[in-house]
């Protein structure tokens, strides 16, 4: 039987989901970008010659790699983004709300 969407969902994994989304997005779009970019300048075969020399890889292969790892590259960047950017929770007996002076 087929699972029914709710809209009453957990807050938290609403918050985790969206975080992701935050996190993975602008990463998928600037390893796109940055794909196009490098893969006009540099043939993959080259590439991988380079990198791992005597393990032949196709061009299929190579520009697969240069993606997911250019997209785990910038969804670092996404991340650390997410993180300066969240607030910051008060403790209790935190006293920066009070006026100096």
Known sequence: MPRQCTT?????????LHALGVILWPGFIAAA????VL???V??????????PGFGISRGLGYTLGFF???GITSLSS?????????AH????????????
């Not at 991340?79 to 607030?87: F, K």
């Open 8 to 16: 009453d969902a957990d807050p938290r994994s609403r918050q985790r």
């Open 33 to 36: 970008l940055a794909c196009a």
């Open 39 to 41: 893969f006009a300048f």
């Open 43 to 52: 043939d993959p075969l080259r590439l991988g010659d380079i990198a791992v």
């Open 69 to 71: 790892l250019t997209w």
């Open 79 to 87: 991340a650390a983004t997410w993180y300066l950017l969240r607030p």
């Open 90 to 101: 008060a403790e209790p007996g935190d006293d920066d709300e009070v006026p100096l002076g």
